[in-house]
């Protein structure tokens, strides 16, 4: 995936919300008096309904919304970004603190209740080589409230937000460094004031964003955020123009330092570079050589083992911290299911954020009961590009967390493919999926 240039490769660093570092994490939730039993949860604290939440970071409100539950007498927190909702069940209490662990990654909402129908904590990731804390509140918001408040402009008054529009964009850190990147935006279909889309990159894709156009002081303004745990995104553009959607420019946060601008021109045509030709193979390597441990104790896996002899084998570079990867893990899970007896195997590589092998392997273990993934996890190495390189050095180089290579019934690599663009890009993640089923046939057919 593709992030803030202040946050690529930099000892393990991908993201505001996927710093990649190696300490080791904290396993406890951050609480006023340590870890609790997982119990309901006060109404007084979390009561049932919708609410907005704002991480505070940079000078700058991330907004996202989440809807409260019960589900089986204990509650559930459910995190709304565009389309996708992210359901998160491990809650628990210690004295005023209510801990909310943020699905497979090693991070939580802490909170505490502030008056009626208010909360306010500490968005924490545990496994940074810092510590990573970013404050958080929320108040009780009604379904169909704005996520950006403001004097909030009619979506459909932009005709190329109805049907949804294609940007031809540039992100530019503040070190300089450019990358290009395709963007969509559109009117929510369910609320005319809304608006959803992504950014997607040569490694990746910035998921689910959703907003709303708002009018500031300087002119009219496409604001766009998202937060699923890992990370916290806020993209605030101003129109050149009003009413006049042809070009933006503006600002990308990302949680506690991350920072880019951007610029984006309306292009239906605009494309990125193929993602099946951005690396490869170093001259005169056809195979890769690698025996990892598996992440059960006392295991290895090896592309050599007798398991894969004679079949056609998926590669998938991925990390437990990586939404991108989730994206991809989500997909490939359930198509193993369905296709393990043609004759196909995947092999997940996994890089975490630790060293310590017992501590990578916890999580990604955890990653494959919470996904239900059936297909064999490795402990590969830490959460680094360049040291995922490394550790395959027939590669010409790893770009992206994920990444997936296709090896034939003898073994050769025969396709690499960088980043994957999810099911938030929309047609792209079905293009995405037509590419990956067609290169599997072919190969099963050999």
Not at 49 to 69: C, K, M, N, Y
Not at 263 to 290: C, E, H, I, R, W
């Amino acid at each position: 995936m593709s992030f803030p240039a202040s946050f690529r490769p930099v000892a393990a660093s991908l993201s505001l919300a996927l710093l990649l570092g190696s300490c080791q994490p904290n396993s406890k939730p951050e609480t006023a008096a340590g870890g609790g039993d997982l119990m309901e949860v006060g109404s007084s604290t979390l009561s049932a309904g919708t609410w907005r939440g704002v991480l505070s970071a940079q000078g700058q409100e991330i907004p996202f919304l989440f809807d409260v539950a019960q589900d089986g007498g204990k509650p559930t927190v459910t995190l709304r970004n565009g389309e996708e909702r992210l359901k998160l069940d491990e809650i628990s209490t210690a004295g005023d603190s209510t801990t909310i662990r943020l699905g497979v990654f090693d991070a939580a909402l802490v909170v505490r209740a502030d008056g009626a129908d208010k909360l306010k904590g500490t968005w924490v990731k545990y496994d940074g080589k810092e510590p990573y804390r970013v404050p958080f509140a929320a108040s009780k918001a009604s379904a169909g409230a704005d996520l950006f408040r403001g004097e909030s402009k009619l979506a459909p008054v932009f005709g190329d937000l109805v049907q949804g529009a294609t940007f031809r964009v540039e992100f530019k850190g503040d070190d300089g460094e450019t990358y290009p990147a395709v963007g969509l935006i559109q009117q929510d279909p369910a609320n005319n004031h809304g608006l959803t889309g992504t950014f997607l990159t040569t490694t990746g894709d910035y998921r689910y964003l959703a907003g709303n156009i708002v009018l500031k002081a300087d002119g009219e303004h496409i604001m766009l955020s998202t937060f699923d745990g890992s990370h916290g995104f806020l993209f605030d553009a101003k129109l050149a123009k009003p009413g006049n959607i042809n070009n933006l420019s503006g600002h990308f946060y990302s949680g506690k330092k991350g920072h880019e601008t951007w610029t984006a021109v309306l292009d239906s045509n605009a494309k990125l570079p193929d993602a099946n030709s951005l690396t490869g193979m170093k001259p005169g390597q056809k195979k890769l050589d690698f025996k990892f441990p598996n992440v059960y104790e006392g295991g290895s896996i090896s592309p050599s083992d007798p398991k894969y002899k004679g079949k056609v084998v998926v590669l998938q570079i991925l990390g437990s911290w990586c939404p991108n990867c989730m994206d991809e893990t989500n997909f490939l899970a359930p198509w193993y299911e369905k296709n393990k007896s043609r004759g196909v195997e995947i092999i997940g590589l996994g890089y975490e954020r630790t060293p310590d092998q017992t501590l990578a392997s916890k999580k990604l273990i955890k990653m494959k009961e919470r996904m239900n993934v059936g297909y064999d996890l490795a402990v590969a190495g830490i959460a680094d590009k360049d040291a995922a390189a490394k550790s395959l050095p027939q590669l010409q180089s790893v770009l992206a967390f994920p990444t997936t290579i296709f090896l034939d019934k003898k073994g050769e690599v025969r396709k690499i493919h960088t980043g994957f663009s999810g099911p938030g890009t929309g047609k792209y993640y079905q293009e995405e999926i037509a590419d990956f089923n067609k290169t599997v046939d072919m190969l099963l057919k050999e």
